[in-house]
């Protein structure tokens, strides 16, 4: 969203500066499901695995990658970030088109391309709050979470229980999906997840 916005806000398409750019996460969170696609249209994978969702973002210039358990990251790409030094050189300093593409810059500097590293991101999570003029309540409440509940359940064979590749429907044994599906009718934007 603030990548995003920097772009708009500054109109840097009209200095050759647009992106092809790609925000990914796993199919685990029903309520930011709703917000991708209500709010920001972003697209969601229901492959759970890190090295799925990495490989879904790395072809791109900005790649946003992350899971409803908190890990991810932002990859920018070297030919992309070498684009961005160029172009700010013809830019007159201290102009918005200047600052927009200096923020961005800096923002490709800051983040960590490795997962899990908490500093690094919560630093730009402040940058990000500072930048946009908010407070730490104004940004908890862009995200309004869902009711949640993880189970364990014990199988004598867990091989006998096989799932779609992202792990949201139950194939085998017969019957069970169904009686899955039964209790999620139950609540709005209800979901379960078999995983194995």
């Keep these: 969203m603030f990548v995003q916005e920097e772009?708009?806000?500054?109109?840097?398409?009209?200095?050759?500066?647009?992106?092809?750019?790609?925000v990914v996460q796993n199919e685990e969170d029903g309520e930011w499901q709703?917000?991708?696609?209500?709010e920001l249209g972003l697209k969601e994978y229901d492959n759970c695995l890190m090295k799925f969702l990495v490989g879904e973002v790395a072809e791109f210039d900005v790649g946003i990658?992350?899971?409803?358990?908190?890990?991810?990251?932002?990859?920018?790409?070297?030919?992309y970030v070498s684009l961005l030094v160029g172009?700010?050189?013809?830019?007159?300093?201290?102009?918005?088109?200047?600052?927009?593409?200096?923020?961005?810059?800096?923002?490709?500097?800051?983040?960590n391309k490795a997962v899990g590293d908490a500093i690094r991101g919560?630093?730009?999570?402040?940058v990000i709050l500072q930048h946009m003029g908010w407070s730490v309540q104004k940004w908890n409440e862009l995200y309004k979470d869902l009711?949640?509940?993880?189970?364990?359940?014990?199988?004598?064979?867990?091989?006998?229980?096989?799932?779609?590749?992202?792990?949201?429907?139950?194939?085998?044994?017969l019957g069970i999906q169904?009686?899955?599906?039964?209790?999620i009718k139950k609540y709005k934007r209800?979901?379960?997840?078999?995983?194995?």
């Design 178 to 183: 169904d009686a899955i599906d039964g209790k």
């Design 65 to 79: 990658y992350f899971e409803a358990n908190g890990r991810g990251t932002i990859l920018f790409s070297e030919d």
């Design 190 to 196: 209800g979901r379960a997840f078999c995983i194995v």
């Design 122 to 126: 919560l630093l730009l999570v402040e």
């Design 34 to 38: 709703v917000q991708e696609e209500q």
């Design 87 to 111: 172009k700010r050189k013809d830019l007159s300093e201290g102009s918005d088109e200047y600052n927009a593409v200096s923020m961005l810059v800096a923002v490709s500097s800051l983040i």
């Design 147 to 173: 009711p949640s509940r993880q189970v364990k359940v014990e199988v004598p064979d867990r091989t006998a229980v096989v799932t779609t590749r992202g792990e949201t429907e139950a194939l085998r044994p």
């Design 7 to 22: 772009y708009d806000q500054y109109m840097l398409d009209a200095y050759d500066l647009t992106t092809e750019h790609e």
